[in-house]
């Protein structure tokens, strides 16, 4: 047993040394990689910085135009009624230009199975019962559990 302890202790340890020299390799390749950024960043000249920074705003500036169009889009399905596990196979425009918009609603009309219905929820279809419930329920065969005689029975019967 003693033996068993002590190579759990010694796995115990052999974890936390690698655990602390993954956490060390990690922060230098941090650093390596930072200090290479800083490198080509202080040798760029004053113009080649400010094209970057005009490119890496176009960048969030392309990303936020995506998102709104994305929301439009989104917005829009659901003015035309489409349920929403059918808006991925609607096309993917925007809705703010002309042709987007008709070819949204072209999509909607040419896939009414898309849609929602337009008065209210669709029907539901009741389940029909059959057989001696059917009985009960319409009231040609009388059931005991109906008339509390199946409970009066079940109690009497523990009475003794």
Known sequence: MADVDALRSRIAELEAAQAKGDADRAAAEKAAADKVEADRVAALSAEQKLQEAVLRQQ???????????????ATALERLGVLPHFRDYAPKVDPKTADGAAALEKWAKTHPEALAARNGAAPVQAIKPIGALAEVLAGTRNSPLLRGTWAEAVLNSFKG
């Open 59 to 73: 960048g969030e500036l392309d990303a936020t135009r995506a998102e709104l169009v994305a929301e439009r889009r």
